[in-house]
């Protein structure tokens, strides 16, 4: 970690600057979510002063993590969602699955399973496409889990056996 503040503090480049923020934000965000969410937004401002789309994403994500930690759940479903416009504009699939996952995470949380499952399924089809196996497996568990919340037995046995049935072609990649 002293090494990143310390390329921080020597990095002339906004570019620069911005990853190591970004960098820093990462290993802060579960242990000190307060200074993950400083450096986030330090990134986020760089990031748009060099109208860098990626960056904005990640740094949007990164604060919408520490919102969620928070319990912001709005604050962070607003970030997670402005992540995501800046992960599609960019063409970033993979990046816009990550995001998906987590909206829909947060939309379990608050018990609002139908758009945690819109989520998810969006997620899930992305996953598929670039072939993340682990994502897409994820996705189906986290389906499953929001039937299951609902008392919809007949679905959440349906995506139980397609987890199940999925890990047999693509190996264990959920446990």
Do not use: W
Not at 17 to 32: P, Q, R, T
Not at 43 to 67: K, M, P, Q, S, T
Not at 71 to 100: H, V
């Amino acid at each position: 970690m002293e090494e990143l503040y310390l390329e921080l503090s020597k990095s002339t480049e906004d570019s620069s600057a911005v990853h190591i923020e970004l960098e820093i934000s990462d290993l802060l965000l579960f242990s000190h979510p307060d200074s993950a969410l400083s450096h986030a937004e330090n990134a986020l401002r760089l990031a748009h002063e060099l109208e860098d789309d990626l960056h904005i994403a990640e740094a949007y994500n990164n604060i919408g993590i520490v919102a969620s930690l928070k319990g912001k759940n709005l604050t962070g479903l607003e970030n997670f969602q402005l992540a995501l416009d800046y992960f599609e504009r960019a063409n970033d699939r993979e990046g816009a699955s990550k995001i998906l996952n987590n909206l829909g995470a947060i939309y379990s949380y608050i018990e609002n399973y139908g758009e945690s499952i819109r989520h998810h399924r969006e997620g899930y089809n992305i996953d598929i496409e670039i072939q993340d196996y682990h994502g897409a497996a994820i996705c189906l568990y986290n389906i499953a889990l929001s039937y299951l919340s609902l008392e919809q037995y007949d679905s959440c046995l349906y995506y139980t056996q397609s987890l199940q049935r999925f890990q047999s072609l693509h190996g264990q990649v959920v446990s």
